[in-house]
């Protein structure tokens, strides 16, 4: 069996640089994601703006293992979640006025975040569960019926950690499900990631998206449709 590549810094020219294994360690990436991350420093142009949005060239290679700027890999790397967290529409500012134990409807849970209908929570709850708040009991709607409510507390808590990520099977709030022409970066990279990873352990096999979203540390949700899509495009492009 293979050994897993050991985290390693150089000094150069009174610059540290990082290897492959040293960057996944920092960032909590895994190795196919900061191969990928390489990989697709092409897709901005070389007088992108700023600069950090691109992934660093390789600098010095030793021992047959490329090292990369580790000052540079950190400014991509806080670039790169700041990108995530920007993509996401301010929240409407109500949704902090009030208690954290009130009810509040599904309508206007889906005000406050800017969906384009209550439908998307809707989706994400009986979908995803764990994505967003739990149902936390039910209150008048406009026609005297009663719909879900949510705490306003587990609301605050949904926003402080978006992070533009939609892969709900709404694929953007209240719409179709995504194709690749639509989908968020992010998105798109969890299924660039799984299908390099499928590629690198031979295949797919049960539990593969467990396994990465335990090295991402996300939920497991996120990685069967990122897989799913994977092999669906591996497929299609063997047609």
Do not use: C
Not at 156 to 168: H, K, Y
Not at 184 to 212: C, F, M, N, S, W
């Amino acid at each position: 069996m293979a050994r897993a590549p050991e985290p390693k810094t150089i000094e150069v020219g009174g610059r540290t640089y990082a290897n492959r294994a040293w960057i996944a360690q920092e960032t909590g990436a895994s190795m196919p994601t900061v191969r990928l991350w390489y990989a697709k420093r092409g897709d901005q142009p070389e007088e992108v703006q700023p600069a950090e949005a691109r992934f660093p060239e390789k600098g010095p290679r030793v021992d047959r293992e490329d090292y990369f700027d580790l000052e540079q890999v950190r400014a991509f790397h806080r670039w790169l979640k700041q990108s995530k967290r920007e993509k996401v529409l301010p929240t409407d500012t109500a949704l902090y006025e009030g208690d954290p134990d009130d009810l509040v409807s599904i309508n206007d849970a889906a005000a406050y975040f800017h969906f384009k209908s209550p439908s998307a929570i809707r989706k994400y709850v009986k979908d995803n569960p764990g994505y967003f708040a739990p149902v936390a009991g039910q209150v008048e709607g406009p026609s005297g019926r009663l719909i879900p409510a949510f705490r306003r507390g587990d609301l605050q808590e949904f926003d402080s950690r978006r992070n533009g990520d939609n892969t709900g099977r709404a694929g953007t709030p209240g719409g179709p499900r995504a194709d690749r022409r639509t989908r968020t970066p992010e998105v798109q990279q969890r299924i660039d990631i799984a299908t390099a990873h499928l590629k690198e352990i031979g295949g797919y096999h049960r539990g593969v998206a467990a396994e990465l979203a335990k090295i991402h540390g996300e939920p497991t949700w996120k990685w069967e449709r990122a897989v799913k899509a994977a092999r669906e495009e591996t497929a299609g492009g063997a047609q």
